[in-house]
């Protein structure tokens, strides 16, 4: 008996007695023998048991209750994310679970299993890092659970998925670094693994390949925890030899915060000697010294539009699977010109 697949059936077989006598034995309901209640419980922690979330969820009536999971509730764009979703879901009389995964594929599948078995109606998700294997997603989708993702789309079929055009967002960054006079742009790219930062990386190489700019592989430089201190280390081996770049487009605006300080430690200045330009649009993007040009999400509008379209899903349960179809909702980027970039006036 392989672990994690024993189910109620099982051990009634293995101890002759009915699956309802095994499910009433292990939630301790008077008129079952203590004899029984100690061979079924033992028997379960022997073949390690553990009940049936999904199953358990779906047999469930409406709890009224979605439940959302998110690599980082630090993280400024996923916290107003999280605004967009809780104003649709509370107009609509459902409450908001919330987990964070801190960018890990095991606390991942853990949230989903505490998700299930607080009885959520549906599920937004945006998933982390680590995850390059779908099937934990891709089980529920089979069984027509509702599930939407957000921001980062999975390589599965009939997902239904909210993001945001990453690739014009980035071309529109690089479009004006070259406009104010940079030639010479590194990308501090984002997880390899992540749709949004190949979307974003193709942008930034067709910018270049517009404005007839050589691209250089050495300038694009995969920051995969997207920290400041590992954008500050990257940008000061990059800008410590030659030649020497005047311009930077980070994946998001830590690493270009990282960037920043960089380049001022090497005596460079913003955006005299180089122009930089982040993605997302943090809350302190507009605060620091010089104020970070960046590309907004509007996370709040990914968060209502996710939102609305769970809860249509989660009306729809009981339609056959096949209705179920892939679809994919692009919403536009905005560029928010700021003085890290701007050197000539318009």
């Given at each position: 008996?392989?672990?994690?697949?024993?189910?109620?059936?099982?051990?009634?077989?293995?101890?002759?007695?009915?699956?309802?006598?095994?499910?009433?034995?292990?939630?301790?309901?008077?008129?079952?023998?203590?004899?029984?209640?100690?061979?079924?419980?033992?028997?379960?922690?022997?073949?390690?048991?553990?009940?049936?979330?999904?199953?358990?969820?779906?047999?469930?009536?409406?709890?009224?209750?979605?439940?959302?999971?998110?690599?980082?509730?630090?993280?400024?764009?996923?916290?107003?994310?999280?605004?967009?979703?809780?104003?649709?879901?509370?107009?609509?009389?459902?409450?908001?679970?919330?987990?964070?995964?801190?960018?890990?594929?095991?606390?991942?599948?853990?949230?989903?299993?505490?998700?299930?078995?607080?009885?959520?109606?549906?599920?937004?998700?945006?998933?982390?890092?680590?995850?390059?294997?779908?099937?934990?997603?891709?089980?529920?989708?089979?069984?027509?659970?509702?599930?939407?993702?957000?921001?980062?789309?999975?390589?599965?079929?009939?997902?239904?998925?909210?993001?945001?055009?990453?690739?014009?967002?980035?071309?529109?960054?690089?479009?004006?670094?070259?406009?104010?006079?940079?030639?010479?742009?590194?990308?501090?790219?984002?997880?390899?693994?992540?749709?949004?930062?190949?979307?974003?990386?193709?942008?930034?190489?067709?910018?270049?390949?517009?404005?007839?700019?050589?691209?250089?592989?050495?300038?694009?430089?995969?920051?995969?925890?997207?920290?400041?201190?590992?954008?500050?280390?990257?940008?000061?081996?990059?800008?410590?030899?030659?030649?020497?770049?005047?311009?930077?487009?980070?994946?998001?605006?830590?690493?270009?915060?990282?960037?920043?300080?960089?380049?001022?430690?090497?005596?460079?200045?913003?955006?005299?000697?180089?122009?930089?330009?982040?993605?997302?649009?943090?809350?302190?993007?507009?605060?620091?010294?010089?104020?970070?040009?960046?590309?907004?999400?509007?996370?709040?509008?990914?968060?209502?539009?996710?939102?609305?379209?769970?809860?249509?899903?989660?009306?729809?349960?009981?339609?056959?699977?096949?209705?179920?179809?892939?679809?994919?909702?692009?919403?536009?980027?905005?560029?928010?010109?700021?003085?890290?970039?701007?050197?000539?006036k318009f």
């Amino acid at each position: 008996m392989k672990l994690g697949q024993v189910t109620i059936v099982d051990i009634a077989k293995e101890l002759n007695i009915s699956p309802s006598t095994v499910s009433r034995a292990l939630k301790d309901y008077p008129g079952i023998s203590d004899e029984t209640k100690e061979k079924v419980k033992a028997l379960a922690a022997k073949w390690s048991y553990r009940p049936n979330a999904v199953a358990m969820s779906l047999r469930r009536s409406k709890s009224f209750t979605i439940g959302v999971i998110i690599p980082e509730v630090v993280h400024f764009f996923f916290s107003t994310v999280i605004s967009g979703v809780e104003e649709i879901a509370f107009s609509n009389g459902y409450n908001v679970i919330l987990c964070q995964t801190n960018e890990s594929l095991a606390r991942e599948k853990s949230s989903i299993e505490t998700m299930l078995s607080n009885q959520i109606d549906g599920l937004l998700v945006s998933f982390s890092k680590e995850t390059v294997d779908f099937e934990h997603f891709k089980k529920l989708i089979d069984i027509n659970f509702p599930i939407v993702f957000f921001d980062r789309v999975p390589d599965l079929e009939n997902t239904v998925n909210v993001t945001v055009n990453d690739f014009q967002g980035a071309f529109e960054a690089v479009k004006h670094l070259i406009a104010q006079g940079c030639t010479k742009i590194v990308h501090l790219a984002g997880p390899k693994n992540l749709d949004i930062s190949k979307q974003r990386q193709k942008g930034y190489m067709e910018a270049l390949k517009q404005a007839n700019i050589p691209l250089n592989q050495d300038w694009i430089i995969e920051c995969p925890k997207g920290t400041q201190e590992e954008s500050f280390q990257i940008t000061k081996e990059i800008f410590e030899k030659s030649p020497v770049p005047d311009g930077v487009f980070a994946s998001n605006d830590i690493a270009a915060a990282g960037s920043m300080m960089a380049l001022k430690s090497l005596g460079l200045k913003i955006p005299e000697n180089v122009g930089v330009v982040g993605f997302s649009d943090w809350q302190f993007s507009a605060m620091i010294d010089p104020p970070l040009s960046t590309v907004s999400q509007h996370g709040f509008n990914i968060g209502q539009t996710a939102t609305k379209l769970l809860l249509d899903l989660i009306d729809k349960k009981k339609e056959a699977i096949t209705t179920r179809e892939h679809r994919t909702i692009v919403l536009e980027t905005e560029l928010i010109i700021r003085q890290s970039s701007q050197r000539k006036k318009f």
